[in-house]
């Protein structure tokens, strides 16, 4: 049995965005995307859905690496959402991470192709049902070693060739 991906305290980890893997939308997120807005832009909220309604916790740890945007957080205990995510986020009934954003820099590849994205200012982090990248996940251990990231990395390309 996999570890549970939540700790007691509602703390959680994952990849809200994967570099260079197209999402549903034919978005490519590219290295370094996020790094001037994670400097700028200050608090990034934690959601449900996307919804503004719905703040479910605070992000604890975000930060660009060589794989995609790792980001790290926490429920906060009380808020009914956020304590009905808990239970689903350790069974396993839910695991999808979205980014909310507003494009600032982007080219296409030709005409139809898909949009590469240069530089976006991050407004939000949502815990969802059905992310726009299949990559995008809550993961036991993210973040923890170079050993875990590999899995990580592999299981997400893996995910991208099974949905085609």
Do not use: C
Not at 33 to 52: I, K, N
């Amino acid at each position: 049995m996999l570890p549970i991906p939540i700790d007691a305290e509602g703390r959680f980890a994952g990849y809200a965005s994967i570099f260079g893997v197209p999402d549903d939308g034919g978005d490519i997120v590219m290295p370094g995307a996020f790094s001037r807005s994670l400097v700028e832009r200050g608090r990034v909220r934690m959601l449900f859905q996307h919804d503004p309604k719905e703040p479910i916790g605070l992000w604890e740890e975000l930060r660009e690496d060589g794989f995609g945007l790792f980001a790290r957080g926490r429920l906060l205990a009380g808020v009914p959402r956020a304590d009905a995510l808990r239970r689903l986020i350790e069974t396993r009934a839910l695991d999808g991470l979205s980014i909310g954003f507003r494009t600032v820099r982007a080219t296409r590849d030709g005409r139809g192709g898909p949009r590469r994205l240069w530089q976006v200012e991050l407004w939000e982090i949502s815990i969802v049902t059905f992310p726009m990248m299949a990559g995008a996940r809550i993961a036991a251990g993210a973040g923890q070693g170079a050993h875990q990231k590999a899995q990580r990395a592999l299981s997400a390309a893996l995910s991208v060739f099974a949905n085609q």
